[in-house]
């Protein structure tokens, strides 16, 4: 039997052999190469390097974790990792004592009435608004939520003129390029109805602008202060806090407008001299309505439409 082998190995080995069946051989290889990749990446996942350097980002069945960038250290074998946020006593809280009325059932209706009141608005009146009210509402929004407590936003209030100016020159030219080529045809249809195009007056009209910036990581505050602070979850915490800013200006009797300037962020990092670890989420223009102000009549979903029981 092993006479056999060696004749059967040596055989296919011969240059004649090799001629005469590589037709066949040829995609047997490639075939069991592909085979070999396929279970690697499955069993190992897709990017190696990235469970060298991003363990903490992963499960140990090598899936990424949902809402993470991670920037932390190197999980090897003798890490011991300490919570980025000090130790705190947990403390009696007895649950809500501020609220619009005191029947629930009256005060949810009242915020429903005040958020069912907010429309957004693209013309802005040239009347003055307080930056005190304008700080009040900021000051509300830094209460929302965020992932263990990192608080990852920055909020940048432009009132300058200059600067106002400078935010609309770079969105405009990015818009103007948006709106003609990077769009797609059925996106600038879609926005027909709502009157908008490249233009952005408000952008200067407005008393006021915000521009909301999510923090990808932060910065241990004790010890070495170059060392990088996990922030999770800085996109959907930083959303939350944006959606309580726009409540909050609502309830000040103030008006505002949620744009996302399309490929402006770096840009408009730059102009505020913003860190490398800030990146724009959102961008709010805050006033009063112009007297001469249009929104389109649109309705809101009912209630049974977006609410489903269990």
Not at 65 to 71: F, K, M, N, S, T
Not at 181 to 210: C, F, G, S
Not at 222 to 235: I, L, P, R, S, V
Not at 290 to 296: G, L, M, Q
């Amino acid at each position: 039997m092993a006479s056999y082998l060696e004749d059967l190995v040596d055989y296919f080995l011969s240059s004649s052999a090799l001629v005469t069946y590589w037709n066949y051989i040829f995609p047997v290889l490639v075939g069991l190469y592909l085979a070999i990749s396929l279970y690697d990446k499955h069993r190992y996942g897709r990017n190696k390097k990235l469970r060298i350097t991003e363990p903490a980002a992963t499960e140990k069945n090598g899936s990424k974790l949902d809402g993470i960038e991670y920037v932390g250290d190197l999980e090897h074998a003798d890490y011991d990792p300490l919570p980025a946020l000090e130790e705190k006593p947990h403390i009696p809280y007895a649950g809500a004592t501020v609220t619009l009325a005191q029947d629930p059932l009256e005060a949810a209706e009242r915020f429903y009435a005040i958020a069912n009141n907010r429309r957004s608005v693209r013309k802005f009146s040239s009347r003055p608004v307080d930056v005190a009210i304008v700080e009040r509402c900021i000051r509300a929004a830094g209460t929302a939520p965020s992932g263990a407590h990192t608080e990852p936003w920055t909020f940048c209030l432009v009132s300058d003129p200059s600067i106002k100016a400078s935010v609309r020159e770079i969105i405009e030219a990015e818009e103007f390029v948006n709106y003609t080529q990077r769009m797609a045809k059925q996106w600038v249809t879609d926005l027909r109805p709502i009157r908008t195009n490249h233009v952005k007056e408000y952008l200067t009209e407005a008393p006021h602008l915000v521009l909301v910036f999510k923090q990808t990581y932060g910065y241990k505050v004790d010890g070495d202060a170059t060392a990088k602070k996990q922030h999770y979850y800085n996109e959907i915490s930083t959303s939350i806090a944006t959606g309580m800013l726009l409540c909050a200006f609502q309830c000040a009797g103030l008006s505002s407008l949620v744009t996302t300037p399309l490929n402006c962020g770096p840009a408009l990092r730059t102009l505020l001299e913003r860190p490398p670890n800030e990146k724009l989420l959102v961008l709010l223009p805050v006033g009063y309505p112009a007297d001469d102000c249009t929104v389109p009549d649109l309705q809101r979903k009912p209630l049974e439409d977006i609410l489903v029981r269990y």
